[in-house]
């Protein structure tokens, strides 16, 4: 039995609330026409959707607060992510690459910072593991947590496309039968004509074939979504745009367009369902407040910053 998935997008309209597009437990892929992964293009609060999305797949419930099956989830930790908000609520595990030039720097005030090593990490509260290739990440996923995984991205963002890639292969070929989640913001950065050979693409692409039939679900998102859908849209048939438009695209078929009907919805302020698929108002999601994160990491460059706040 396929585990249901819903689509969400995020809009702005006049009155300035938050919508979102979705379907009914929408199940994504048969196991051989599809996969069970989307491509989220938003520009504004994508990450927080796809963090809720995160944390919602850890705590096995679904956009309305029902019941479902846990996951084990992944996360690419990226500059000023609020990912620390994972750890607060004791879901998050960080995994800190072994070698590699990078630093760990924790942020008491504006003027005042200090270096620390990994053994510190404990002291602030935060399980961790070092890790020296994408199965070491397999090996540490956790139904109910979400793997934050720093990168130090030595010779820029090709190795770190291959190292998920890597990833792929590993979660494809892993033993256990729960659900995985792996979201990766900006994944333009990673999957883009300057970021990613050809060798690269085919192995991610190669890898990404099997997710639906090993129980992985997978977000891809960014607010430049041209290059993403153009390399992986084949791949990833469900697209969803910002300004409400998803495309669906048949492996091998013609890609079809559909389009929210602003006007009717903000008259109505109602659901309706429109080709299948359930349009139905809610709000913007949010951590909940006692869970919001008072210090975060901050990766710039080759430095993971841990900020006080």
């Not at 510190?120 to 070092?130: A, P, Q, S, T």
């Not at 333009?188 to 990613?196: C, H, P």
């Given at each position: 039995m396929q585990h249901p998935f819903y689509l969400l997008l995020n809009y702005t309209d006049m009155s300035g609330e938050r919508d979102f597009v979705l379907s009914e437990f929408f199940k994504l892929d048969d196991g051989q026409s599809g996969h069970n992964a989307i491509l989220l293009g938003l520009w504004g609060g994508r990450?927080?959707?796809?963090?809720?999305?995160?944390?919602?797949?850890?705590?096995?419930?679904?956009?309305?607060?029902?019941?479902?099956?846990?996951?084990?989830?992944?996360?690419?930790?990226?500059?000023?992510?609020?990912?620390?908000?994972?750890?607060k609520m004791g879901i998050g595990?960080?995994?800190?690459?072994?070698?590699?030039?990078?630093?760990?720097?924790?942020?008491?005030?504006?003027?005042?910072?200090?270096?620390?090593?990994?053994?510190?990490?404990?002291?602030?509260?935060?399980?961790?593991?070092?890790?020296?290739?994408?199965?070491?990440?397999?090996?540490?996923?956790?139904?109910?947590?979400?793997?934050?995984?720093?990168?130090?991205?030595?010779?820029?963002?090709?190795?770190?496309?291959?190292?998920?890639?890597?990833?792929?292969?590993?979660?494809?070929?892993?033993?256990?039968?729960?659900?995985?989640?792996?979201?990766?913001?900006?994944?333009?950065?990673?999957?883009?004509?300057?970021?990613?050979?050809?060798?690269?693409?085919?192995?991610?692409k190669d890898a990404a074939s099997y997710f639906s039939s090993n129980l992985i679900n997978c977000i891809l998102g960014d607010e430049d979504f041209g290059q993403l859908d153009s390399k992986l849209g084949d791949i990833f048939p469900w697209t969803i745009y910002m300004r409400g438009t998803i495309k669906r695209r048949d492996i091998g078929g013609q890609s079809t367009k559909l389009k929210q009907d602003y006007i009717t919805r903000q008259k109505e302020n109602s659901a309706y369902i429109t080709d299948g698929l359930l349009y139905d108002r809610l709000p913007f999601p949010e951590m909940p407040e006692e869970y919001k994160a008072d210090f975060r990491i901050i990766i710039k460059k080759r430095t993971f910053n841990i900020e006080i706040e």
């Open positions: 990450a927080s959707l796809l963090k809720y999305l995160t944390y919602l797949a850890c705590k096995g419930k679904d956009i309305y607060g029902d019941d479902r099956e846990k996951q084990a989830c992944i996360w690419r930790a990226r500059e000023h992510d609020l990912y620390l908000e994972f750890f595990i960080l995994a800190v690459p072994w070698g590699g030039d990078f630093t760990l720097v924790k942020v008491l005030d504006k003027d005042t910072k200090e270096e620390i090593t990994v053994d510190d990490l404990e002291k602030e509260g935060i399980d961790y593991f070092i890790y020296r290739t994408s199965q070491d990440i397999v090996d540490h996923l956790t139904v109910g947590k979400v793997v934050c995984i720093l990168f130090p991205g030595i010779s820029g963002y090709k190795q770190e496309a291959e190292f998920y890639a890597e990833l792929g292969d590993a979660l494809n070929t892993r033993k256990t039968s729960y659900w995985a989640h792996l979201a990766i913001d900006k994944a333009s950065e990673l999957y883009s004509s300057y970021s990613m050979d050809v060798k690269v693409h085919r192995k991610f």
